[in-house]
């Protein structure tokens, strides 16, 4: 069913740096041309572009708070659970974004014929239902909700810990056979044993503090978190081959990665204690499961509490069906609480998004979050700008391309800057729209290397902004700007210093001319003033070589810019 308030407009297609005139010239904006027409009010931000959102399709089961809070935000919401792969690749076609829980595959099929996604929203932490690559791919954004379930799945860990060390599920069954098993069910205690803790993020830690609570001495492993951390929630965190043979008990609590796939094998299970019991709520394939049940049959591995599979449902049943094993069928998230949480979390997420108000939960596009932020907005403008005009001039977009971020406030702006330089240089070149989610990776396929460097040496002292440069290597094109208030600026291009800082946004007119051709200004505002259009801004170069650059702010892209040719010796139209 779709709900949602009145259908609104249809949406323009999102401008491109570069446009084609309806009869007329083109309007080159980057290394090439692109079929939109010109839009008639202010051109979307490419880096914000992701925030247009207006159709949503729920297509798992979620808390109902989920669709409302999506409807309350704007946005109209289509919820049809359980569909099958076709009908899910008809329904998503128009949609702007979808979100799922874990039953939903989205696979690179999906992706493909989703004409207007833009956002995958996973109401949960794992997204191994999400082919991430084939995301950042198209320029869609992916989240999930790392917290939403997080108390759910550390409680569910500790309850199978709790089981392992009491057989109570065993006992439980065996009652409802009618026995009373009292000495074949004799179990330990949990107060002076030792849990290994696999990943020490929000689940692990949770599971940790409240193991602690049973006098369990807890160590761990996880490579990101520091060791002073992770002492501070009270866990020491050792090597992987201490921990092996220290632990009675070991739990984990990490993605599936490529480094984390088979974490237990044959080889660790080997360096365990032997009767260590084995706990995986987090996800099938990190243990081994056939290296487990060896374990399981020679008595190394005393029991395991399983609630993941490799494959779900199992179809190979000797490990659910061993003795020593108690599992679930993947019930880490299913909890009311956890349930409600996720959705409430990922609608609050898509809402922020679709507003401008900023971004969480951020899988494969970090650097898109800092289009959110008021402080980064014009610097990310500015880094997109500059790959245009470098593109424009050095007219290529192979090669290598360096991105220097100089000054102290730009310290840890390379992070953003560079896929917006890379985004610059593409628009218009690719087949796909290009965002900060894939402008590394569609930049990598084109034959374009960006390599950043930062200096906290800012060239002007008296600047308190910084400054960022934009070279293609090999060449003598270089471009630098900065930010004014709130306005990227250009400062130098191609050795050329622009006597005042020259805005970079809207529909801008930039030509190389030779000083001695004083006609070219009386030929442009005659062509101007013949169209409507009105000069916003004119700022022009010192001198190199006899020539200088001049950039010129218009109200509106010039239809034709044939009348200047015979005066200048270059000139290029982008809209910014």
């Known amino acids: 069913m779709e709900t949602g308030p009145n259908e ?161 599920p065993q006992a439980a069954a065996s009652m409802k056979e009618g026995k009373w098993d009292r000495k074949k069910y004799m179990g330990m205690e949990l107060n002076g044993k030792t849990l290994g803790v696999l990943g020490l993020g929000r689940i692990g830690r949770e599971v940790a503090t409240r193991m602690q609570a049973f006098g369990m001495k807890t160590i761990g492993y996880d490579p990101i978190i520091s060791p002073e951390a992770s002492a501070a929630f009270g866990v020491e965190q050792l090597p992987l081959e201490q921990i092996w043979p220290r632990c009675d008990f070991i739990t984990v609590h990490t993605p599936l990665l490529p480094s984390t796939t088979g974490l237990l094998n044959d080889s660790t299970f080997a360096k365990c204690r032997r009767g260590v019991q084995v706990v995986n709520c987090a996800r099938g394939g990190i243990v081994d499961e056939g290296a487990l049940l060896r374990a399981l049959r020679s008595g190394q591995c005393g029991g395991a509490a399983l609630d993941v599979f490799t494959q779900e449902p199992p179809k190979d049943r000797d490990l659910v069906n061993h003795p020593n094993v108690i599992c679930c069928p993947h019930l880490g998230a299913s909890t009311h609480e956890a349930q409600s949480r996720c959705g409430k979390e990922i609608a609050t997420q898509i809402v922020d998004m679709a507003t401008g108000k900023g971004l969480a939960g951020i899988v494969n596009g970090q650097a898109l979050s800092k289009a959110f932020v008021p402080q980064t907005k014009p610097w990310i403008a500015l880094a997109r700008a500059l790959g245009t005009v470098l593109c424009t001039v050095g007219k290529e977009v192979q090669g290598s391309v360096q991105v220097c971020t100089l000054g102290t406030p730009l310290r840890e702006s390379g992070s953003y800057l560079t896929p917006a330089v890379a985004a610059g240089m593409l628009a218009g070149e690719s087949q796909k729209e290009v965002t900060l989610v894939n402008a590394l990776l569609l930049a990598q396929e084109a034959g374009l290397k960006v390599t950043t460097t930062h200096s906290d040496v800012d060239p002007k002292p008296d600047s308190t902004a910084g400054l960022l440069q934009v070279s293609l290597q090999g060449t003598p094109h270089q471009a630098t700007g900065t930010v004014q208030g709130s306005t990227p600026v250009l400062q130098e291009l191609s050795g050329a210093t622009f006597k005042q800082p020259a805005p970079l946004c809207g529909p801008v007119l930039i030509y190389r001319a030779n000083t001695s ?60």
């Open 8 to 168: 609104p407009e249809k949406r323009a297609p999102v401008a491109a740096l570069l446009v084609r005139l309806e009869g007329g010239s083109s309007l080159p904006g980057a290394c090439g041309e692109s079929q939109y027409p010109v839009p008639s009010g202010p051109v979307p931000s490419p880096a914000m572009a992701l925030g247009k959102l207006q159709k949503v399709l729920i297509s798992d089961s979620l808390d109902p708070c989920c669709r409302e809070i999506l409807q309350a935000g704007g946005l109209r919401v289509l919820e049809k659970p359980g569909l099958s792969k076709e009908e899910l690749l008809r329904e998503i076609r128009d949609c702007d974004g979808l979100i799922v829980r874990s039953a939903t595959k989205v696979t690179a099929d999906v992706l493909e014929a989703a004409e207007r996604l833009q956002v995958v929203g996973r109401a949960g932490t794992g997204v191994d239902n999400v082919d991430v690559d084939a995301a950042t791919r198209k320029g869609v954004l992916v989240m999930n909700t790392p917290t939403g379930n997080s108390l759910s799945a550390a409680e569910l860990t500790c309850g199978m810990i709790l089981c392992l060390a009491r057989q109570i």
């Open 517 to 576: 051709e004083p006609s070219v200004l009386p030929v442009l505002t005659g062509l101007l003033r013949k169209m409507g259009i009105q000069l916003q801004s004119y700022h022009s170069s010192g001198m190199v070589a006899g020539e200088q650059w001049n950039i010129v702010g218009l109200s509106a892209p010039l239809p034709d810019i044939g009348g200047l040719k015979p005066h200048i010796t270059e000139v290029f139209q982008l809209y910014l």
